[in-house]
C-alpha cells in the first residue's frame, strides 16, 4: 500500500468517523427531546429520521469498511492495529445500538401523529435518548481511538 493511500484513508476514516460521532453529539447537545411536548418531539424526531435514517447509518459502514482495511494494513504495526481493532469495534457497537435499540424505535415514531401519541410515547422517547447516548459514546471512543491509531502510525 502506498503511503498516499494510506494517508488518504486515514483522512477519510477520520472524516466519516466525525461526522457521525458529530451529527450525534449536535443531537445529543442541541435537543433535549425529554423536554419537548409530544407534538414537538414528533415533529423534530421525524424530520431528524427523515433527514439522518439513511445517511448516517452509511456513512458509520463506510468508515467501519476503511477502518478494517487501516488494521489489514497495520498487522505488522501492534500498537496501531489495537487502536484499529478497538476502534472498528466500537463503530460496530454504535452501529448495533443504533440499528436494533434506536432504529425499531424510529420506525414506531414515524408512524405516530401529534394528535393521536401512544400512551407510551415517553417511556420509548426516553429510551431512545438513552440508547442515543450509548451510541454516541461509542461513536466518540471511536473517534478518539482512530486519531490515536493515527498518531501512533506518524510516530511508527
Known sequence: MTNAFLTSSQILALLLVGLVAGSMFGIWRGYDVTSYSAQTFVEVHQGAVRGLNLLL?????????????LAAVSRQRPAV??????????????????????????????????????DNWGVLRDSWWNWHIARLAAMLMAELLLILAVFADRGA
Open 57 to 69: 447509518p452509511a456513512m458509520a459502514a463506510a468508515s467501519l469498511a476503511i477502518v478494517l482495511v
Open 81 to 118: 492495529l489495537s487502536l484499529c481493532v478497538a476502534a472498528a469495534l466500537a463503530i460496530a457497537v454504535g452501529g448495533i445500538i443504533t440499528r436494533f435499540l434506536n432504529q425499531p424505535i424510529n420506525d414506531q415514531v414515524m408512524g405516530w401523529s401529534a394528535a393521536a401519541m401512544p
